[in-house]
Nanobody, 125 residues
């Protein structure tokens, strides 16, 4: 069993930056594909970014490409999401997720086995 704990959310003005962290328990973190998803009120959960087990593959949603950066530190069992040039439409609860198969860097939330509790990001205009 893997537990994921997100942190780093908060209130920020448009144009600002935040860095989200997701700390994972367990000794097999380094083999997992890790993703970030978000869900705004009244909207479906949507893909944000994904990173392969070794960081060799990175994919982003078009809406965040060039503004967000996903990274991981396997020695610390942590994945990060650096968010810059934030917009009000980025407001959502952000979740990290782990795909234990580690095979494909999927954009599909159904592919992921473990989820954190989420952290709120609010961007004011």
């Amino acid at each position: 069993q893997v537990q994921l704990v997100e942190s780093g959310g908060g209130l920020v003005q448009a144009g600002g930056s935040l860095r989200l962290s997701c700390a994972a328990s367990g000794r097999t973190f380094s083999s997992y594909v890790m993703g970030w998803f978000r869900q705004a009120p009244g909207k479906e959960r949507e893909f944000v970014a994904v990173i392969s087990w070794n960081g060799g593959r990175l994919y982003y949603a078009d809406s965040v490409k060039g503004r967000f950066t996903i990274s991981r530190d396997n020695a610390k069992n942590t994945v990060y999401l650096q968010m810059s040039s934030l917009k009000p439409e980025d407001t959502a609860v952000y979740y990290c997720a782990a795909d234990r198969t580690g095979i494909s860097a999927s954009r599909l939330w159904e592919q992921y086995d473990y989820w954190g509790q989420g952290t709120q990001v609010t961007v004011s205009s």
